[in-house]
């Protein structure tokens, strides 16, 4: 049986897990309620235990194209112990190995175009099955549809939403001048997130490239869907009271740091970091 990501059983499961490791199989009764297995497992458990699973968070991200998604979901990974699920890599990555389904991908991603969700959707599973259990995610480009969501309610408990809130001329003027290491996927912008050496990435010495799709048409398309199909997504997540943490970039000299320092103290008044 495969369990949803943060869910009361996930959670059971992994306690579960750890006290038959911990201690010999027989003291759990099979034929007990869950619950009463539930309430005996968490009092021997170590604190160890506890604190990982407390710090366990599912995120979305949220934004226009060129809000920073990436860039912010990168710096988050390494303070919140989450892997990032960034639907649109993984999409480059597959148009990158030709394959059958990188090429109908392909022809949407080149044009701005949502990629259909059917596809999308397996993409997000798969992915979500590779997390190691105790660990949480980030999603970067999923939920793009209304229809995506609702399939994510089914597979995931979302704690909280993170809204990055930025105007529209920054987003132009970070787009056109973005660049992507074409070896680690490391983000730099032309303008004020500079590589040290010229078009060589930092952290790996790869070369850098600009995307197919930052050129002005289909930036513009891009934020045509993004309003259109993705905006109403955030009515969604607040009627099912999802938590948010908006975090707002009104320069376009802001360093990454700060907007994740603003998001890392929404989450802990949240008590999610
Ligand atoms: P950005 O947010 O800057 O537009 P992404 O890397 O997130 O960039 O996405 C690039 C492209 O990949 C999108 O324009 C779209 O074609 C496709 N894509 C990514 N995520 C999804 C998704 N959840 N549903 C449909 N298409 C997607
Ligand atoms: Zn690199």
Redesign the pocket.
Known sequence: MVLAHGTDSYYKAIILETLVKETSPSSVNPTEPTVNIFRDATKNLTSLVKVELLVMVNLIIFGA??SG?GTYAARLKEKLNVEVI????I?REMIKEDTPLGRKVKA??EK????PDDI?LEVLKENLAKIPRGKGFIL?????TLK?AKALDGIAKIDAIIHLVVPDWIIIERLSSRRICENCGAIYNLLFLKPKKDMICDKCGGSLYQRS?DTPEVIKR?IEVYEKQTQPLLEYYKEKRVPFVEARCEKLETPPEVVVQEIMNGLKRLGLA
């Open positions: 194209p060129g998604k960034a639907t649109g890599d999409f949407y991603v701005g175009l949502l990629v999308t970067d480009g999923y939920p793009r995506q799709d891009r």
